[in-house]
């Protein structure tokens, strides 16, 4: 009675808890493959943004060289509210800028600094900007142009007070010129303040160096392209970077949460938790965008095309302009600045050792950091090949699901 045979033993399954961390996962090569908008909408971690960090250095410091050069060889076009001048304009009618400048040239004695004609068709306006001219020669003007093109009032009669004048002298659009830029410096004391208070340091450097990206950039197009500079335009550019600024904190917001506590888990470098923030924080900057450019080009439709008026154009451009600068930079700069700044702390270094001497199962940790040849920064990149995770994959473990134990068993125990 008290024998039993061992042939015949009952075997019962306990459940014992690994408090390992989970292995690497393989990938087989049936992981299912998504289409780019399904990559994009989930923000599953594919587009390897940190990972090509190299290029868009590379992109953004060209972008930047050419700014510079440009600022400095071709300058900028300040309107007359910072330089002074005067500016007279009347309805259109049929006139042409060639018949503008020979009307001018008659009153005056030579040419207008510029002619341009705002709008289209029967709301089209010729604007003239020269220098200041005296009362005396704003007359003379007024009286060539009222001869060569009648322009028509709101009677729809010929009349003179149909041509319109202004003028700025040079003291005061140096006023505007010193007020401008005072509140450039106030807005970036302020900005670089809180940045400093709510980021730790290599947040807030590569905050910082985001914003002088998107300001030097925004500034070499304006260069570049010869738009004007106008009070307009340094108010649309606070504007600006004030929304790059507010694009780079909900991606640093998602980075700083990814990244907590990274120390403590091998699943992920610091590198890859950073790009995964990016691709789920992609849809928002880009959605973002969108909504804010819809308007400003909306803006511009009716500025140039309908109304014809010069202040809401220069306002537009601005940020149209800006907007773009800063969603390439919120994406392709800010982060990649980050993880690379990072990178060169010991903390972020030994984790991203561990994190790759896991992925290689067959070499021991010595061997690993003997054989790997490369730096850190760069395993980070490039780590495990196919072995690391990767977004949208269903993961697989490899025969023998639990390191010291027999394949397909749990631990047991004799009744």
């Not at 500079?229 to 649309?236: D, L, N, Y």
């Not at 600024?245 to 610091?270: M, Q, S």
């Not at 789920?280 to 450019?293: A, E």
């Amino acid at each position: 009675m008290g024998s039993h045979n061992k042939n015949d033993e009952d075997i019962e399954t306990t459940d014992t808890t690994d408090t390992t961390e989970p292995e690497a996962v393989e990938l087989t090569g049936g992981a299912p493959k998504h289409s780019f908008f399904t990559r994009l909408y989930t923000g599953s971690g594919a587009f390897d943004v940190v990972g090509r960090r190299k290029v868009w250095f590379t992109v953004s410091g060209v972008i930047v060289a050419i700014a510079i050069v440009s600022i400095i060889v071709r300058g900028f076009s300040f309107g007359i509210d910072f330089k002074g001048g005067t500016t007279v304009s009347f309805p259109r009618g049929n006139a042409s800028v060639a018949q503008v400048d020979e009307a001018f040239h008659k009153a005056i004695g030579h040419d207008p600094e510029q002619v341009i004609i705002v709008g289209s068709g029967g709301s089209a306006t010729v604007q003239i900007r020269s220098e200041t001219l005296s009362n005396d020669q704003t007359a003379k003007l007024r009286d060539s142009l009222f001869d060569a093109f009648h322009p028509r009032g709101v009677d729809g009669q010929p009349s003179k007070q149909a041509i319109s004048d202004s003028a700025v002298s040079s003291t005061w659009g140096g006023q505007i010129t010193k007020k401008a830029l005072i509140a450039l410096v106030v807005f970036l004391v302020l900005v670089g303040i809180y940045i400093l208070i709510r980021y730790e340091r290599y947040m807030a450097m590569a905050a910082l160096t985001t914003l002088v990206f998107d300001l030097t950039t925004t500034a070499g197009v304006y260069s570049l392209v010869g738009f004007e500079v106008t009070p307009a335009t340094v108010i649309g550019l606070l504007t600006i970077l004030g929304f790059s600024l507010y694009d780079t904190v909900i991606v640093f917001d998602k980075v700083e949460e990814n990244t907590h506590g990274f120390e403590h888990t091998t699943r992920r470098t610091f590198a890859e938790q950073a790009n995964l923030a990016l691709n789920q924080t992609f849809m928002r900057s880009i959605n973002t965008s969108l909504i804010s450019v819809i308007p400003v080009l909306s803006l511009m439709v009716v500025a140039v095309w309908l109304l014809g008026i010069g202040t809401l154009k220069d306002l537009a451009l601005v940020m149209l302009v800006g907007i773009l600068v800063g969603t390439y930079s919120s994406i392709f700069l800010a982060t990649p600045l980050l993880v690379t700044l990072r990178e060169r702390t010991e903390l972020v270094r030994s984790h991203t050792r561990r994190v790759l001497n896991r992925r290689r199962p067959t070499v021991t940790r010595d061997a690993a950091e003997e054989t790997s040849g490369e730096p850190v920064a760069a395993l980070a990149g490039n780590a495990g090949g196919g072995s690391k995770p990767a977004p949208g994959a269903r993961p697989v473990r490899p025969a023998g699901s639990r390191p010291g134990r027999p394949s397909g068993k749990r631990g047991t125990r004799r009744r």
